[in-house]
């Protein structure tokens, strides 16, 4: 069983940044891919960014390339999400999520641990 831990998030103003974490832990695991998800209010959670343990391979969310930047501390199982340029449509839950298996085409339902999320509310 893993467990995964965010944290920093809460209000900026847009234009701003925030960075946020989550840290790995657990008794037995093994991380393929952590990636992370956002929902906002009356909408589905959607895909942001996610990074391949091994290698760094990154792929992000066409709504926040150039802006945010996935990166990985694997001594720490900690991943990262650095947020830049902040818009009021970026505000929702995020949430880490683990994959742990090798698969050729990852996809949402390859991650198997969540975490339990963290706000960002970012103001116009």
């Known amino acids: 069983q893993v467990q995964l831990v965010e944290s920093g998030g809460g209000l900026v103003q847009a234009g701003g940044s925030l960075r946020l974490s989550c840290a790995a832990s657990?008794?037995?695991?093994?991380?393929?891919?952590m990636g992370w998800f956002r929902q906002a209010p009356g909408k589905e959670r959607e895909f942001v960014a996610k990074?391949?343990?091994?290698?760094?391979?990154?792929d992000y969310a066409d709504s926040v390339k150039g802006r945010f930047t996935i990166s990985r501390d694997n001594a720490k199982n900690t991943v990262y999400l650095q947020m830049n340029s902040l818009k009021p449509e970026d505000t929702a839950v995020y949430s880490c999520?683990?994959?742990?298996?090798?698969?050729?085409?990852?996809?949402?339902?390859?991650?198997?641990?969540w975490g339990q999320g963290t706000q960002v509310t970012v103001s116009s």
């Open positions: 999520a683990l994959a742990p298996l090798i698969t050729y085409h990852l996809q949402e339902a390859d991650f198997r641990s």
């Open positions: 657990g008794r037995s695991f093994s991380i393929y891919a």
């Open positions: 990074i391949i343990w091994s290698g760094g391979y990154t």
